[in-house]
């Protein structure tokens, strides 16, 4: 059943949210504890199953409301800018004496 659930979790919700899923695995095991052999488990096993699953649910809302495009769409795409001495002409490279190009790298530096 693992198998047949594992590609459609990961469909849906991607990696991430199905490796934290992998988290609340030790539910089962707790619950077999409890129903067949009787045992009692520590209170704070019940806070840790809380913590993880309200963090899926955050985690899963929060993926959700990403994926609309308004968060790629208000980010401004990055502007490179070529310095002087990145140009890739033959020209700038041969022309250019020592002292020429002494004299942009200082005022590159100012």
């Not at 693992?2 to 707790?30: E, H, R």
């Not at 619950?31 to 963090?55: H, P």
């Not at 490179?80 to 700038?92: A, F, G, K, V």
């Amino acid at each position: 059943m693992f198998y047949t659930i594992t590609p459609l979790v990961l469909k849906m919700s991607g990696s991430t949210l199905f490796n934290l899923s992998l988290l609340t695995s030790d539910m089962w095991a707790v619950a077999i504890r409890v129903l067949f052999y009787q045992e009692q488990i520590n209170w704070l096993y019940y806070v840790a199953f809380t913590v993880v699953a309200i963090g899926l649910i955050i985690y899963s809302l929060n993926e959700s409301s990403s994926g609309d495009g308004t968060a790629a769409s208000t980010e401004e795409p990055d502007q490179y800018q070529q310095l002087p001495s990145e140009d890739n002409s033959i020209e700038s490279g041969h022309s250019l004496g020592r002292q020429e190009r002494k004299q942009q790298e200082e005022t590159h530096i100012c």
